[in-house]
């Protein structure tokens, strides 16, 4: 017998039909907001990540899944959507359609690292970027689409939004130098990563989840506190077009981005339902990144959420059933077998669900089969019945049980399906 690689999974039975509604509610939610889908490579150059995201970033530094491919080119499974999409968005030349350009994407991303409840070495997300607006109001309405993905999908209240702003290269030295000095006189409680990371980058230490270094980021200096006059007035701006929006949301001085390319807005949609793993998607101001991936001077906002993590949250909801079919049809071999294919796939070409025994076996067990899918109707076409030309319908939620004509049984279903 042969396991799946650790950090992977299968998803099926009642997850898999929360997935489903996910994607369903997403794709109709990103649509309603113009956005395009974008189906992106799995598997792209090494360098498109390590430039993209940051070489001293937990991702880059050790969590990519990359391999030298048989030519020598060094490759990665894609550990997230935005360095991929601004590197299409380059190659494509798609900077030169003139206005904002919005894409969506949905699928898996590959990231190495410890798997647990809800972390795993394969997950999926779905993300958005907006390419070519650099004002407040499209920060806002990012923000907004976040929260109403979790309106959409009845779990606004498992979450929270937090949002802050962390500066441009404008501002953004001066509040490194002081994160320095603060680290440095705190040197002793930094973890071996945080240390390597002081010089470089030492926002990143903000993102640690180390518990020593989480307990003095608590008192190190906020950004919020030396941004300059434009990125005053940008986050002002988000903040207040956010208020006409009626978005619920803190500001949270000490959320960070774990990716080095962000500026100035940053924001975390957030939950306690899900024990440790507490971010349910995350986003930011992207400015540089475009010019940075070979491209011109674009501004650029996006956010990525986590499937595997929203979908635990839809669950808590109890709202999908494991099964559910419209009709089940019994039927009987040399009898109505032919009657009962015909039948069913009339009534599917009219958007009903329906499935039989196709092994034709005793009614009782053709009724067993009909209870596990939880069949709303069950269409009973047996040798009486059909000997009239008629088939007994059952419906088995009512208890109720109807002789009505083949030809007119999926009038007769359509027109109680529409009616429920
Ligand atoms: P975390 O703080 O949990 O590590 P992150 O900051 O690394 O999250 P992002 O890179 O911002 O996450 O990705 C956006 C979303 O993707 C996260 O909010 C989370 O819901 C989901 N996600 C990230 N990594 C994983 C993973 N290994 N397994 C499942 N979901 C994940
Ligand atoms: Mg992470």
């Known amino acids: 017998m042969y396991q799946k690689v650790k950090g992977f999974r299968d998803i099926y039975g009642l997850e898999a039909r929360y997935w489903n509604k996910v994607e369903k509610v997403f794709r109709q939610t990103f649509r309603t907001?113009?956005?395009?889908?974008?189906?992106?490579p799995i598997l792209e150059k090494s360098e498109v990540f390590n430039r993209g995201i940051g070489s001293t970033t937990d991702i880059v530094e050790?969590?990519?899944?990359?391999?030298?491919d048989r030519d020598g080119t060094q490759v990665a499974l894609r550990p997230e959507g935005t360095a991929s999409l601004?590197?299409?968005?380059?190659?494509n030349k798609l900077f030169s359609t003139p206005g904002i350009s919005k894409y969506y994407y949905v699928g898996p991303m590959f990231r190495r690292e410890r798997p647990q409840k809800g972390r795993f070495r394969q997950f999926t997300q779905a993300g958005i970027e907006v390419f070519g607006s650099g004002g407040p109001s499209i920060d806002a309405d990012v923000i907004y689409l976040l929260y109403k993905l979790a309106e959409n999908l009845g779990i606004q209240n498992f979450v929270s939004m937090e949002i802050n702003s962390i500066g441009c290269p404008a501002c953004r030295p001066a509040y490194n130098e002081k994160l320095i000095e603060y680290f440095k006189s705190n040197i002793e409680h930094l973890?071996?990563?945080?240390?390597?990371?002081?010089?470089?980058?030492?926002?990143?230490?903000?993102?640690?989840?180390?518990?020593?270094?989480?307990?003095?980021?608590?008192?190190?200096?906020?950004?919020?506190?030396?941004?300059?006059?434009?990125?005053?007035?940008?986050?002002?701006?988000?903040?207040?077009?956010?208020?006409?929006?009626?978005?619920p949301y803190k500001v949270n001085p000490m959320m960070v981005r774990g990716l080095d390319y962000y500026v100035r807005t940053a924001f975390e949609m957030i939950t306690d339902r899900?024990?440790?793993q507490s971010a349910v998607g995350a986003g930011g101001r992207y400015?540089?990144?475009?010019?940075?991936?070979?491209?011109?001077?674009?501004?650029?906002?996006?956010?990525?959420v986590g499937i595997d993590r929203l979908v635990s949250l839809c669950m808590l909801n109890e709202t999908e059933k494991e099964n559910d079919l419209d009709v089940f049809i019994i039927s009987f071999r040399d009898i109505s077998d032919k009657i009962a294919l015909k039948l069913a796939n009339e009534m599917r070409s009219q958007g009903v669900s329906v499935d039989m025994d196709y092994d034709f076996r005793k009614m009782k067990?053709?009724?067993?089969?009909?209870?596990?899918?939880?069949?709303?109707?069950?269409?009973?076409?047996?040798?009486?019945?059909?000997?009239?030309?008629?088939?007994?319908?059952k419906d088995m939620q009512a208890g109720t049980q109807e002789e009505i004509e083949?030809?007119?049984?999926?009038?007769?279903?359509?027109?109680?399906?529409?009616?429920?």
């Open 274 to 276: 899900l024990g440790s």
């Open 406 to 420: 083949i030809a007119k049984v999926t009038e007769y279903i359509t027109d109680k399906l529409r009616r429920n």
């Open 287 to 304: 400015d540089g990144l475009i010019q940075l991936l070979g491209g011109p001077d674009t501004a650029g906002i996006g956010f990525a």
């Open 62 to 68: 050790k969590e990519m899944f990359a391999f030298e």
């Open 86 to 91: 601004v590197r299409a968005y380059v190659e």
């Open 191 to 247: 973890c071996g990563d945080c240390l390597r990371r002081l010089d470089k980058n030492p926002m990143r230490i903000m993102d640690c989840k180390n518990e020593s270094c989480k307990k003095i980021t608590a008192d190190a200096p906020k950004a919020v506190d030396y941004l300059c006059g434009e990125c005053r007035d940008h986050f002002d701006g988000v903040k207040s077009y956010l208020d006409a929006l009626q978005v």
């Open 33 to 40: 907001f113009n956005f395009e889908e974008f189906y992106l």
């Open 365 to 393: 067990k053709q009724f067993s089969l009909a209870d596990r899918y939880g069949s709303l109707f069950t269409v009973v076409l047996g040798e009486d019945e059909t000997a009239k030309g008629t088939a007994a319908v």
